[in-house]
């Protein structure tokens, strides 16, 4: 079965460091997802996309976050500076998007630990 | 804010017993899924229970929906030690999650 590649698996960086995660969706997906998980909470949203347009980033600090998926299919989220508040997990998802009934396939994440 | 709204925030079974979660939403739905995560993987797709649905079978697994209260119960029957997880529960408008329910089923 398609998987959702994320990369990469662990990363530790300095606070004040630039740091970038990327997600490659299951192939003919046309939504994609970023969440951000911290440790024994759930996943918050922080930005969808259909196809290379974003749909939702109302809960992305866009301060220092950023994410892009310029053809539509791999997607990069990018944060600068990296803060000790942003250890996390984050996860990607991707969903056909073509209806309302399609589940989310989600990656394995990507861990942040900030020092 | 948090639109799937999971209860209560951890259960603890014997091997063999029955679970019991619930779920709260806010908004309409067309559909309400549910997620199931093992501690440091991504979620996976359980069950989808559509808004015109009252009650869905899925293995072991039994969703409920209550469209007029807003809710949405998962059953696990027989659990296992394997059903130790988090589980999530999620409407399609806006597939955001809540904390989730973390289930421990003693062996």
């Known amino acids: 079965e398609a998987e959702v590649a994320q990369s990469p698996r662990y990363k530790i960086t300095e606070k004040s460091q630039a740091v970038a995660f990327w997600c490659d969706p299951i192939?003919?997906?046309?939504?994609l997802y970023w969440y951000r998980q911290i440790l024994g909470q759930g996943p918050e949203l922080l930005v969808q996309f259909q196809d290379e347009s974003v749909v939702d980033d109302s809960q992305l600090p866009k301060d220092r976050f950023s994410a892009e998926r310029l053809k539509g299919v791999d997607s990069t989220l990018k944060i600068q500076p990296a803060e000790l508040g942003d250890s996390a997990m984050y996860l990607c998802?991707?969903?056909?998007?073509?209806?309302?009934?399609?589940?989310?396939?989600f990656g394995n994440g990507t861990r942040l630990t900030v020092t | 804010s948090q639109q799937g709204e999971e209860d209560p925030q951890a259960l603890s079974i014997q091997e063999g017993e029955n679970a019991t979660m619930n779920c709260s939403y806010k908004t309409s739905i067309n559909n309400l899924q549910w997620y199931r995560q093992n501690s440091g993987r991504g979620l996976v797709h359980l069950i989808l229970i559509r808004s015109n649905e009252r009650e869905k079978h899925s293995g072991r697994l039994r969703v409920t929906l209550d469209t007029s209260k807003k809710s949405s119960s998962l059953l696990i029957t027989a659990s296992r030690a394997a059903d130790t997880a988090s589980y999530f529960c999620a409407n399609n408008n806006d597939m955001r999650f809540g904390a989730g329910t973390r289930l421990t089923v003693k062996p």
């Open positions: 998802a991707s969903s056909l998007g073509r209806s309302d009934n399609s589940p989310l396939h």
């Open positions: 192939s003919g997906h046309a939504t």
